[in-house]
């Protein structure tokens, strides 16, 4: 019985990707913000990757330590996307409009939703950098199933 429930519970959850990155006293800042994702609950925190050390892309600034995390939750994207932002702003996460390549004390990002691929909002999913960048690519082939 438990296992048909699990299989059942599994088949309404959606499961995702998040890259994790920091580079504004990374190892304090991921932490907290792994600390907070346990704690949420907006979402199961499944599988943590290892870390991998980055250099910036696209601006000056001290190396990014990154990880990927593979969730599961019940939400819609765009709930989870809110969710990732509040996590994000508790971490002491300031955004510039005007430029988004800037240090950051973290960064979440979904990088995969399902096996959807498309646009959802202004998220074009699976996120088109992933085979890119080193960063997210050897994370991510770690936690994904």
């Not at 438990?2 to 800042?29: C, E, H, T």
């Not at 969730?71 to 932002?85: A, P, Q």
């Amino acid at each position: 019985m438990w296992v048909s429930l699990l299989s059942a519970l599994q088949k309404i959850m959606n499961r995702f990707y998040v890259l994790v990155g920091s580079n504004i006293d990374p190892q304090k800042n991921v932490k907290k913000g792994l600390q907070y994702l346990e704690k949420s609950n907006a979402l199961i925190l499944e599988e943590v990757s290892s870390e991998f050390i980055s250099k910036p892309v696209g601006m000056e600034g001290s190396n990014f330590l990154n990880l990927v995390l593979r969730c599961s939750t019940n939400l819609e994207f765009l709930d989870m996307v809110g969710n990732l932002k509040e996590i994000e702003t508790l971490c002491g996460r300031k955004r510039d409009p005007d430029n988004k390549f800037t240090s950051r004390t973290l960064d979440l990002d979904i990088i995969c939703w399902n096996e959807f691929e498309g646009m959802i909002g202004s998220y074009k999913l699976p996120d088109p950098d992933i085979e890119k960048y080193d960063y997210i690519k050897v994370p991510l082939s770690e936690v994904k199933i």
